[in-house]
């Protein structure tokens, strides 16, 4: 026996027939009719429009239409059958993800450990062995310059602005207030010189000296003298 699905006219619900009874029974209203209706109804159903009209259950027991029955023992071995291919999918995916290193599974030795961070701590060492000198040295002759500024540049009123860069103070800045010729340029920078060597840095060579003055910029180093006229210097005064 094969069974057919159909569509029940009266009220539209799904309904199951033995394909050689050729009438069929809805189950929900108890409507009888042609199966090949039926089937029609179900490949067409656009459109179509449902009574929903009562029909009393046939009396003589004798019904067209199918049930499927579905027994306990078939349940329990489908969620068995379930459940071992959920197992088996999880064991496959663990099998998978057997040989993958994860973060947490890289430890570095200890020694290895150790040896990092004496690297670590022997470089701050030398930062700190390097730059603590310097800075020390620097601030020497900073001070140094400071206690003997007068020697530099010899001011009657307000002390002109300066300042020093490089680690050994080999560049200095100066901003005033008047005209200065190029000699009187050169005898500042002979005088800082004179200074930078009192205060320890024997070696001038690389010293270079900056005057903002009124009219220009005097760059004063060991090799001479240049002058940039007609610079706007209020800038660098404030």
Known sequence: MATSQGMCKNCGSLIMFDDRDSTCECVFCNCVFPS?????????????TFANEKFESNR?????????????????????????????????????????????????PKK???LMW???????????AIGVPSYNMRK?????????FKKIYAYDNEKPQHSFQGQTCQTF???????????????????YCE??????????D??????????????????GVEFQEDVKVEAKKK
């Open 173 to 191: 800045n100066l901003v005033v207030d008047k005209k200065l010729s190029e000699d009187e340029a050169k005898t500042i920078f002979d005088n």
């Open 60 to 108: 003589d027991d004798s019904h067209h239409y199918t049930t499927r029955v579905y027994s306990t023992e078939s349940l329990e071995k489908q969620i068995e059958r379930e459940a071992a291919k959920k197992a088996m999918e999880k064991e496959s995916k663990s099998k998978e993800n057997e040989f993958e290193v994860a973060a947490k599974d890289v430890k570095a």
């Open 36 to 48: 090949e209706e039926a089937v029609e109804i179900l490949k067409n159903p656009e459109g179509r």
């Open 195 to 204: 200074q930078r060597s009192a205060a320890g840095k024997k070696n001038n």
């Open 206 to 223: 690389a010293v270079k000296v900056v005057i903002y003055c009124d009219g220009g910029i005097y760059t004063v180093t060991t090799s």
């Open 112 to 114: 290895l450990v150790v």
């Open 140 to 148: 020497s002759i900073t001070n140094s310059i400071e206690g003997n």
């Open 118 to 128: 004496t690297a670590i701590l022997a470089f701050v060492v030398i930062v700190v």
